[in-house]
């Protein structure tokens, strides 16, 4: 990997809008009108969304793959394969995990020169705030209805990313939040962002990924990250007065922010 500069990463940026894939089953019935009106902004991937093979301006890699995280069609040399291969002109963003929690310091990979070496990309490394360990406001439990998820987004306003470091708050949604807020979008529209089960785009409909049964949930259970997720996303819009939809009219987000109308855009 190319290691770029500030100068350089917010090059990247052509629009005043970002369309934050997640990795939902919806992502497999968008139609070709609707990947084609979502291509005319930047965009920001994660987790295993590569597979969709959908081109992305960012790509955003935390703990996918790595040795304590691998499953069959799920590790590290497959997520180099397919960015290699479909996302060459993607921006890599490498979350570097050895100042975060002891749990997430043992897997740390994506920083090392071993691992970042192997992809042909420009991209940038960040180091990881742990929020529940660096910030203050959250040595009383979070308080309630919504104050964690409103600490973190006025944290987002604030912090840097390359000074400070990236939040990170109980799941990859808060460093995207944060790398989105960073590059000053005005518009945020999430696909693919379901929460209502724990089916994946890639996947039969009646399939549940390993790690997901490792972990004990079920397919038709919501998704694990949801509740969080959910309030994360009213308050951020709360916080920063920023435009935030969902694509998806079924998504769990519909009942927190706007449904995208591809009439307005």
């Known amino acids: 990997m190319n290691r770029i500069g500030e100068k350089e990463f917010k090059r990247y940026k052509n629009s005043d809008t ?5 990795c939902g089953n919806s992502i497999k019935k968008l139609t070709d009108d609707d990947r084609s009106h979502l291509s005319q902004f930047d965009s920001i991937g994660f987790n295993w969304f590569c597979k969709s093979k959908i081109p992305t301006t960012f790509y955003f890699m935390r703990e996918q793959g790595t040795k304590a995280f691998a499953t069959k069609g799920e590790t ?21 995990l050895t100042q975060s929690s002891p749990r997430w310091k043992k897997i740390n990979t994506y920083s090392l020169k071993s691992v970042y070496s192997k992809y042909k990309h420009s991209g940038i490394i960040l180091k990881e705030l742990f929020a529940k360990n660096t910030f203050e406001e959250f040595k009383d439990k979070f308080g309630a209805g919504g104050r964690r998820q409103s600490v973190v987004s006025k944290k987002m306003m604030e912090l840097d990313i390359f000074t400070d470091g990236l939040v990170y708050d109980f799941c990859t949604m808060t460093c995207i939040m944060h790398i989105v807020t960073y590059l000053g979008y005005d518009n945020i529209i999430f696909a693919g962002v379901d929460l209502y089960d724990h089916r994946y785009f890639w996947l039969p409909d009646n399939a549940l990924r ?28 709360k ?27």
């Open 239 to 265: 916080t920063t007065g920023k435009n935030v939809y969902t694509f998806n009219e079924k998504s769990l987000l519909k009942d927190h922010i706007r449904v995208y109308d591809k009439s307005v855009y």
């Open 76 to 96: 590290q040399g497959n997520l180099v394969s397919f960015l290699n291969r479909f996302y060459p002109k993607s921006c890599i963003i490498c979350d570097n």
């Open 210 to 237: 390993a790690i997901t049964q490792i972990m004990g949930r079920g397919l038709e259970t919501k998704h694990f990250t949801a509740n969080y997720t959910c309030e994360l996303v009213k308050e951020y819009e």
């Open 18 to 22: 970002i369309v934050v894939y997640g």
